[in-house]
């Protein structure tokens, strides 16, 4: 979360402070959706995802605010694949709950443009 | 931190300007795990990159985004929707501003959405402000 809010350049103390009530930025979300929630993507061979694709666009609710000492239980789903000709867009929904509780955290929906040709 | 009865559509979030230097989006890749080749291998990117090199990841403009409304904000838990539509691609070592503006205000809610942008200095839009929105709980 440090890393995360020194290189977007968050500068509320909250996010980088060494003990207390140490809070997630709004967008430290990407780490555990994007970068983790679309590790399932590229795992699952018959999907055929591959790497000459662009990031369209990227959505997220946000229930409440992540803290440090959080455990999130994190559910990516497909939720629609759409083919353009040259490009197919995949929509991935990750939605991100309290492990314990099972109350909703973050809810993150993001399009992929995958352009047919590999590299 | 901003109140709500003292918004007005129309109103002006502070904007920041960064450049956006190689060393910037390794230190993304390595905070956020996003290692794309895109974002930091020149001969990879000439294959493939729109723009012929190297480009930022979205989401290190989406974050930057996240910081200049969740610190004019006050509390991240404010922040209760941000969304990014990414048009135009961010070359390495472009400079880019972000910023916001107040474009509707809901009183029963007290919630003020914003239009949110991140662009290049010849006016490209990286996050395009006609369709990415911050939507923001105030006092």
Known sequence: ?119 | MPRFDDMTVGDRIPERTETLDQARLIRYAGASGDFNPLHWDPEFAGKVSPTGGVIAHGMLNMGIVSAVVADWAGDPGKVLRLTASFRAACPVGAAVTYGGEVIELDAEARTATLAVWAELDGGGKVVDRRSSRAIVRLD
Do not use: K
Not at chain 1, 49 to 60: I, R
Not at chain 1, 90 to 113: H, K, M
């Open chain 1, 1 to 119: 979360m440090r890393e995360y809010a020194l290189a977007t350049g968050h500068t509320d103390g909250r996010y980088t402070a060494e003990e207390g009530d140490v809070l997630a930025p709004p967008g430290f979300a990407a780490c555990f959706t994007v970068t983790r929630g679309g590790a399932g993507m590229w795992a699952d061979t018959e999907l055929g995802a591959h790497w000459n694709l662009v990031h369209g666009s990227q959505e997220y609710s946000y229930h409440r605010p992540v803290r440090v000492g959080d455990l999130l239980r994190c559910t990516p789903h497909i939720n629609d694949i759409v083919d353009r000709g040259r490009m197919e867009l995949l929509t991935l929904q990750v939605d991100c709950v309290d492990a314990a509780t099972g109350e909703p955290v973050v809810t993150s929906r993001g399009t992929l443009i995958f352009f047919h040709q590999e590299p």
